[in-house]
């Protein structure tokens, strides 16, 4: 049932706002939230959804009427009033919410001949074929079966290998990709080691590699690395020491100090 798919208490803490609790009381922000958008659905005018209200039980019970009304609960009129009171971003909230509900609906029903249209391909593949195509079923099948909470999900047909990484920023939480390391000597920015990494490692888990490869290359051990603050983790790994700029200078801090942890920043 769609009205229980609607969380009415969001519109009850969105506009409580704009109602006193002094007068008469108004009516119930679920009957005119729930009116707003019976409109929008069958495009239907003030006074013409209160005549097929009337005659309509499911449109009662969208409304959270227990029982059949023969009357409609207020003056066609007090539309206007109502959407006055929530102005503009009010009726945008309610139009936004009503379109969110529909792309899940249509995102489910998507899947579902997704569904269907896999299952045809394997019942008309011969085995040759299938074999073939073997990996690319497979991928279908993991995005149409996965879901929200699963680890390691799919994120991109064309570069399944795609991860998502959390960074942890309030303006961008998360971001999709693959990460990739490099080193460089410290004054000339030369680079020294490069490589891309599946998954979503942690980033001190991302400094041995790069060390090793600069190893394989040019045979040489560094004495110090200095890597950003989100490789924190071990102090060393073999020979060489690991330096992460773990605080900003101090005002305790002699201007030795300052200049050694403004250079490692």
Known sequence: MLSEKIDWDYFDTEFVQYYSTKDRPSMPIRLMVACLLLKRIY??????????????????????????????????????????????????????????????????????????????????????????????????????????TDKNKIYSFHKSFTSCIAKGKIHKQYEFGNKVGLT??????????????????HDSKTIEPLLNQIKENQNIELEEVIYDRGGRGAKTIGNTKITTPDSRPLKRDSNYQKTKKREEI
């Not at 209160?50 to 207020?74: D, I, L, R, S, T």
């Not at 680079?191 to 998954?199: Q, S, W």
């Open 43 to 148: 495009n239907l005018g003030d006074e013409t959804l209160a005549k097929a209200w009337v005659m309509n039980p499911y449109m009662q019970y969208f409304c959270g009427e227990a029982h059949f009304q023969h009357e409609f609960p207020f003056d066609p009129s007090d539309f206007v009033h109502f959407r006055k009171r929530i102005g503009v971003v009010g009726v945008e909230k309610i139009f936004t919410y009503s379109v969110l509900i529909h792309g899940k609906k249509a995102q489910k029903k998507l899947k579902t001949i997704a569904g269907r249209l896999i299952r045809e391909l394997e019942r008309n593949l011969n085995e040759h074929q299938l074999s073939l195509y073997k990996r690319e079923l497979e991928l279908f099948n993991k995005v149409i079966q996965q879901k929200r």
């Open 184 to 201: 460089t000597t410290f004054k000339s920015l030369i680079i020294t080691a490069i490589k891309a990494f599946n998954g979503n490692p």
